[in-house]
């Protein structure tokens, strides 16, 4: 009965034996080289709508946080204007600047966002208290809602 092993002439013992001194070809290298392209293209996408996705998160917490303090405001103010500390910070833009609040009439917040141009989320508060969400131009807007 042959014996199988590595110590013996199997493949396998062949196969180790030559590839420690002999290293990878060509043929080998290139097939790893644009598996590894094919898996970095297929990432860079999501990668992409991942940050696009966080800037529009960002601008809406933005938009929110103004669209609070207003209502804040005008139940605490009975109906008093005054113009919103809030600041955007950097790559974003928020209009009117500065926000003003109260005063009996509704007022509209939007905040842009640089690196996506087109794309803005806003809020209208009401002189009641109640807001309308709009937006434009980005993966979170449907039908000019969010």
């Not at 094919?38 to 709508?49: R, T």
């Not at 991942?50 to 998160?57: C, E, L, N």
């Amino acid at each position: 009965m042959p014996r199988l092993g590595l110590g013996h002439r199997s493949g396998l013992g062949r196969i180790l034996r030559a590839g420690s001194s002999q290293g990878f070809t060509l043929v080998e290298l290139v097939v790893v080289v644009v598996m590894i392209g094919i898996l970095a293209s297929l990432s860079v996408g999501s990668v992409l709508d991942y940050t696009k996705k966080a800037r529009a998160s960002t601008a809406k917490a933005l938009v929110a946080s103004a669209a609070r303090e207003c209502v804040r405001w005008m139940v605490d103010s009975e109906g008093l204007p005054f113009r919103l500390g809030t600041t955007p910070g950097e790559g974003y833009g928020l209009l009117p600047e500065p926000p003003e609040c109260g005063g009996g009439q509704s007022v509209s917040f939007e905040v842009s966002i640089d690196a996506m141009p087109g794309s803005a989320f806003g809020i209208e508060v009401n002189s009641d208290g109640s807001f309308n969400r709009f937006c434009t131009g980005s993966l979170d807007c449907v039908g000019g809602r969010w």
